[in-house]
């Protein structure tokens, strides 16, 4: 009788499997990186619309002058942002006190488009005017 010999390599069926395996592992990895490329790039544009809106709370009353209104731009990398100033009553607050400032509530809004969703940051703070001195205190 013959002695059967030990196979040697793979058969086609555990060649497929291993393929198999590797298709959907590969899959699953490539969606994992393209996820994370995208929150990466939402991130950093936030953080762009972020630093936008400091400066521009920074500038009202420095360089935008403390007036109710609106003053609106945009920048190169595709940013819209907006500046809207209200001048507030404090003697409902403070019904009692002689006050010598003069309060602006002042709101910045920066718009941009994510993967062609619109998203948006609005950062607000109060800014007092003295109107003797006519500076920002």
Known sequence: MRRRQAQRGFSLLEVLVA?????????????IFSRAT???LASAQYTQA???AESLLT???HEIVLEEGTVSGETESGFSW?????????SDEFPTA???????????????????????????????????????P
């Open 98 to 136: 002689t006050l010598s400032v003069t309060a602006y509530r002042v709101n910045a809004g920066v718009l941009w488009f994510d993967a062609g969703r619109p998203r948006r940051l609005m950062l607000s703070t109060l800014k007092l005017v003295d109107p003797l001195a006519n500076t920002t």
């Open 19 to 31: 393929f198999a395996i590797l298709a959907v592992s590969l899959g699953v990895l490539l969606g």
């Open 38 to 40: 995208s929150a990466t």
């Open 59 to 61: 500038l009202a009353g």
């Open 50 to 52: 972020a630093t936008l």
């Open 82 to 90: 907006e500046l809207t100033l209200f001048e507030l009553d404090l």
